[in-house]
């Protein structure tokens, strides 16, 4: 029914309780179009790194909540993000996931050229639009951009809408975060490297964000995953065997480890999910690493760079990053029942070799879409999607750890590392913003 949700600010509210949602938040479609709309249009979301374009007119390209950019290296220096359509007709200025454009932007269809910072150049047959008005119209006024563009240690990110919260209001909480994380490299600097791995699936993007949090699924989830890491880790030797041991056997760990982590939830859904340890602090040293971090970054900084490895932090809606080993995953919403997945490995630069093998194979024994890990997870993600259609309780729970309190003021230190609370916090930015109209169009 169309505007179900959309006229009625008390229904679309009633969706999220303090210990349930509603199904509808993941399966109406309505409630998909205004999530991207109240939600992803006003946050700040990821959008590349800078590592991935260098040079100036180097270039990728993307989608934010369903909307065409790119993201490119200007003359001078600086990152500017466009909407990836021309001012002209709408069509597409670039259609490679990346590459370098040169000294201007032409458009493939008619012809119009444009500037590396987006404002119109030129365009064939100039005589013909003399006195119609082109040049003032939006048309002439070139590319047009999202409300706000940022660049923090490498990471950028886009705010679609003009209305919406300031960068640094948005993240406070997290942008240390993103700190420790570059801070493992002695010069500050991350970089990808190579490749996403990519993943369509049949499930809402939601679904996705709370697993990164949930900490009981691994056990019953992953047995199959601890068990065959053992058996083929029997059957390798050196370096092999001991990074496929350290990165997969630790999925077997009991409900009692998750129990102590520890996590912080902050406002507009963002959580660090293993404040205290994780699956990834039993990583064995690398050789000479501490001493060029304590060169670099002193004694004091070292320390609390190493012995920060959570479980996961997200920076809600769209990003997912582990510091150790150093990867991405973003998020893209396709439909309500219908997600893109990218995983990207980082590595520090000036760091040993080793940190980026392990990045790397990290990503490729959990991520990739035929993991014995992400399949499990996928499996169970695609069977939740189909069965919230079927008749019987509309309600999804969220009690584990509520005792009927209010919600706590943010930030919020999390002692069981088990407690929902962490997915409760997502959704009281979510409800937060759907109550808000429909942002400005840009």
């Given at each position: 029914?169309?505007?179900?949700?959309r006229?009625?600010?008390?229904?679309?509210?009633?969706?999220?309780?303090?210990?349930?949602?509603?199904?509808d938040?993941?399966?109406?479609?309505e409630v998909?179009?205004?999530?991207?709309?109240?939600?992803?249009?006003?946050?700040?979301?990821?959008?590349?790194?800078?590592?991935?374009?260098?040079?100036?007119?180097?270039?990728?390209?993307?989608?934010?909540?369903?909307?065409?950019?790119?993201?490119?290296?200007?003359?001078?220096?600086?990152?500017?993000?466009?909407?990836?359509?021309?001012?002209?007709?709408?069509?597409?200025?670039?259609?490679?996931?990346?590459?370098?454009?040169?000294?201007?932007?032409?458009?493939?269809?008619?012809?119009?050229?444009?500037?590396?910072?987006?404002?119109?150049?030129?365009?064939?047959?100039?005589?013909?639009?003399?006195?119609?008005?082109?040049?003032?119209?939006?048309?002439?006024?070139?590319?047009?951009?999202?409300?706000?563009?940022?660049?923090?240690?490498g990471?950028?990110?886009?705010?679609?809408?003009?209305?919406?919260?300031?960068?640094?209001?948005?993240?406070?909480?997290?942008?240390?975060?993103?700190?420790?994380?570059?801070?493992?490299?002695?010069?500050?600097?991350?970089?990808?490297?190579?490749?996403?791995?990519?993943?369509?699936?049949?499930?809402?993007?939601?679904?996705?964000?709370?697993?990164?949090?949930?900490?009981?699924?691994?056990?019953?989830?992953?047995?199959?995953?601890?068990?065959?890491?053992?058996?083929?880790?029997?059957?390798?030797?050196g370096?092999?065997?001991?990074?496929?041991?350290?990165?997969?056997?630790?999925?077997?760990?009991?409900?009692?480890?998750?129990?102590?982590?520890?996590?912080?939830?902050?406002?507009?859904?963002?959580?660090?999910?293993?404040?205290?340890?994780?699956?990834?602090?039993?990583?064995?040293?690398?050789p000479?690493?501490?001493?060029?971090?304590?060169?670099?970054?002193?004694?004091?900084?070292?320390?609390?760079?190493?012995?920060?490895?959570?479980?996961?932090?997200?920076?809600?809606?769209?990003?997912?990053?582990?510091?150790?080993?150093?990867?991405?995953?973003?998020?893209?919403?396709?439909?309500?029942?219908?997600?893109?997945?990218?995983?990207?490995?980082?590595?520090?630069?000036?760091?040993?070799?080793?940190?980026?093998?392990?990045?790397?194979?990290?990503?490729?024994?959990?991520?990739?879409?035929?993991?014995?890990?992400?399949?499990?997870?996928?499996?169970?993600?695609?069977?939740?999607?189909?069965?919230?259609?079927?008749?019987?309780?509309?309600?999804?729970?969220?009690?584990?750890?509520?005792?009927?309190?209010?919600?706590?003021?943010?930030?919020?230190?999390?002692?069981?590392?088990?407690?929902?609370?962490?997915?409760?916090?997502?959704?009281?930015?979510?409800?937060?913003?759907?109550?808000?109209?429909?942002?400005?169009?840009v």
């Amino acid at each position: 029914m169309s505007g179900f949700y959309r006229a009625d600010a008390a229904r679309l509210a009633a969706l999220v309780q303090p210990d349930r949602v509603h199904r509808d938040v993941y399966i109406d479609e309505e409630v998909f179009d205004l999530e991207m709309e109240r939600l992803w249009a006003r946050s700040w979301l990821y959008v590349g790194h800078a590592s991935q374009v260098p040079a100036a007119g180097d270039y990728l390209t993307t989608t934010l909540a369903g909307q065409p950019v790119f993201l490119m290296r200007q003359p001078g220096g600086e990152l500017g993000v466009f909407f990836n359509r021309c001012a002209h007709k709408g069509a597409q200025l670039l259609l490679d996931e990346r590459g370098n454009a040169g000294k201007l932007l032409r458009c493939p269809y008619h012809a119009w050229n444009y500037k590396l910072d987006g404002s119109l150049l030129s365009l064939p047959l100039k005589n013909d639009y003399e006195g119609s008005g082109v040049w003032e119209s939006p048309a002439g006024k070139g590319l047009a951009k999202p409300g706000g563009v940022r660049e923090y240690r490498g990471l950028v990110f886009a705010r679609l809408s003009p209305d919406g919260p300031a960068f640094e209001d948005y993240f406070a909480g997290v942008l240390e975060i993103l700190d420790l994380i570059a801070d493992r490299s002695p010069s500050g600097e991350l970089e990808v490297v190579g490749p996403p791995l990519r993943s369509e699936m049949s499930c809402n993007w939601k679904m996705y964000l709370e697993n990164v949090n949930d900490s009981v699924h691994p056990i019953s989830t992953h047995e199959s995953a601890a068990h065959a890491a053992k058996t083929v880790g029997d059957g390798l030797s050196g370096a092999e065997q001991e990074m496929a041991m350290e990165q997969l056997l630790p999925f077997g760990a009991g409900y009692s480890f998750y129990t102590k982590m520890g996590a912080r939830v902050t406002a507009h859904g963002h959580s660090i999910h293993g404040t205290k340890f994780s699956l990834h602090s039993g990583y064995a040293a690398i050789p000479g690493y501490q001493d060029m971090l304590r060169e670099a970054h002193g004694e004091a900084r070292a320390h609390e760079v190493l012995s920060f490895s959570p479980q996961n932090t997200v920076l809600y809606p769209s990003l997912a990053l582990k510091a150790s080993p150093a990867l991405l995953r973003v998020l893209q919403p396709l439909a309500a029942g219908r997600t893109r997945l990218e995983v990207w490995a980082l590595a520090p630069r000036g760091a040993p070799e080793a940190l980026r093998r392990q990045a790397v194979n990290y990503t490729r024994l959990v991520f990739s879409p035929t993991s014995i890990v992400a399949h499990d997870d996928i499996r169970l993600f695609e069977s939740v999607q189909r069965s919230l259609h079927a008749g019987g309780n509309e309600w999804i729970s969220l009690h584990r750890g509520y005792r009927g309190e209010a919600e706590p003021a943010l930030p919020h230190e999390v002692e069981d590392g088990n407690d929902e609370l962490l997915m409760r916090n997502q959704f009281r930015a979510w409800r937060d913003a759907l109550a808000q109209p429909a942002p400005e169009v840009v």
